[in-house]
Nanobody
Framework: QVTLVESGGGSVQNGGSLRLSCRAS????????YGWFRQAPGKEREFVAL????????LYADSVKGRFTISRDNPKNTIDLQMNSLKPEDTAVYYC???????????????WGQGTQVTVVS
């Protein structure tokens, strides 16, 4: 099991930006996919973005497309989520996770961080 630790959450005004970072405890196989998910109170966990360890393929939820950018630094075992033009509806706990194949289904992700709170206020 890989340990994942998120950081960078906080409170920001509507239209502001935050950069989340996820640090993994070890290198992962080239087939690994890293994903960002979020969960607001009373709602199911929601896919945000993913990126493959190998190559540059990335996928975004429609709700964040054009505003969020996922990136990785394999030598440092980090996965970042740059969030711009934040909206109140982006408020949630954000989690990073890993899966063994390309999927946006949170149930297929095996390892999870403990999450970091993002709050967007008007």
């Amino acid at each position: 099991q890989v340990t994942l630790v998120e950081s960078g959450g906080g409170s920001v005004q509507n239209g502001g930006s935050l950069r989340l970072s996820c640090r993994a405890s070890a290198r992962s196989p080239s087939s690994t996919v890293y994903g960002w998910f979020r969960q607001a109170p009373g709602k199911e966990r929601e896919f945000v973005a993913l990126i493959r360890v190998r190559g540059t393929s990335a996928l975004y939820a429609d709700s964040v497309k054009g505003r969020f950018t996922i990136s990785r630094d394999n030598p440092k075992n980090t996965i970042d989520l740059q969030m711009n033009s934040l909206k109140p509806e982006d408020t949630a706990v954000y989690y990073c996770a890993l899966a063994s194949q390309y999927t946006n289904n949170y149930r297929e992700y095996s390892d999870w961080g403990q999450g970091t709170q993002v709050t967007v206020v008007s």
